[in-house]
């Protein structure tokens, strides 16, 4: 039987609902909610899977820091050795704040500046994964001017059928991410041309909360028979990313353990001397975490009976923006009859609802848990309606580590001056 909860470190204690060694409910009382918790072990566990199925493979596991980048989520992957798969400056900057090694850093995204480019290269970061003809052209002019060669891989678009896999989104030729699998050949010659590159690899990330490997091997096939074709050209590739992508549990999804989704590709990739790079967020952090917040209001109606929580669509957007699905539990067990409630916040938004038709056994006060909020949870919060973002806590055994003070209103419009 599988795990009653998608959080693999959640647990109940005595009718209660514990992370680790930590009851919620102390949480909640210590740091006031709403709370993101994550738990460490958690964390470990989804990192060391990933270390594991690769066994003695040369590979490097970079952490996709967009997903959560909490300075304490950084450092628990830091200390594991992971690299880190960044989208802008303040990405590499938190990532070195919180002691990860920048040379395992890669840098994703279509739209890097110049000053991205500079700090990037004086930090010495493993790889630029180039998304275009014109960035490959700024940044061989950036890199010149700095003195500095940079490492570069085109990140290219296998261009995966979607018909097969209708839940691709990314890997296709009409998004902006990438280039067409088609030009890369072109592109790399002309990368080698320019003096202030140095070629070191290829890169792909077709889509997330992908659930089955089929697509992943696909690329991957398409990725070796490129640099097979640049290698009789001359033009030698070192490591091959297949960008992030596995999906995690979040209702009754089934996807696949790291091992089951890594075999086929490993089996793909068996007798090649390229480093294999992976850049996973969700499947390290999502579910290693959750949002631990309060009932403030219970309001029943003749349709709909509402829970009125402190936490809303500026705390976790993916349900207002997505249509998601989060489980949510109550943290302490009740005997009262169940019912079924709309979980909603405070926004003045009728969209601002974080589940729907919820069977609870609640009271007004009572905790609830909204689990498998650890990946693009608090990345996508905002001040929406002036409220200060959640605090964020990371459980360790039965310690635990406060990892973000929760915003004052202060700190809110400390920036902002009214006209003299
Ligand atoms: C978002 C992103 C990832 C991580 O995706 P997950 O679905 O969270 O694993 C990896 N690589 C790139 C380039 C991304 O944009």
Known sequence: MSHPYPTPTLHAVNGALALEDVALQDIATRYGTPAYVYSRAALTAAFEAYRQALGGRRSL????????????????????????????????ARVIAAGGDAGKVVFSGVGKSRAEMRQALAAGIRCFNVESAAELERLNEVAGDAGRTAPIALRVNPD???????????GLKSNKFGVAFDDAPALYR??????????????????SQLLDAAPMVEAAQKLLALVDQLAAEGIALDHIDLGGGLGI?????????????LAPLLAAFEGRKEELCFEPGRSLVGNAGLLLTRIEYLKPGEEKNFAIVDAAMNDLARPALYDAYHEVVAVHERTLPPQRYEIVGPICESGDFLAHDRSLAVAEGDLLAILSAGAYGMTMSSNYNTRGRAAEVMVDGDRVHLVRERETVENLFAAEQPLP
Request: glycine share 10%.
């Open 160 to 170: 995966v059928d979607p018909k097969t896999h209708p839940y691709i989104s990314t």
């Open 61 to 92: 596991v970079c952490y996709a820091v967009k997903a959560n980048s909490n300075l304490g989520v950084l450092s628990v992957f830091a200390r594991l050795g992971a690299g880190f798969d960044i989208v802008s400056g303040g990405e590499l």
């Open 249 to 261: 549990r979040y209702r009754d999804e089934t996807p696949p353990a790291v091992a089951e989704y």
């Open 190 to 207: 002309r990368a080698a041309q320019l003096p202030h590159l140095r070629i070191h690899g290829v890169a792909c990330h077709i889509g």
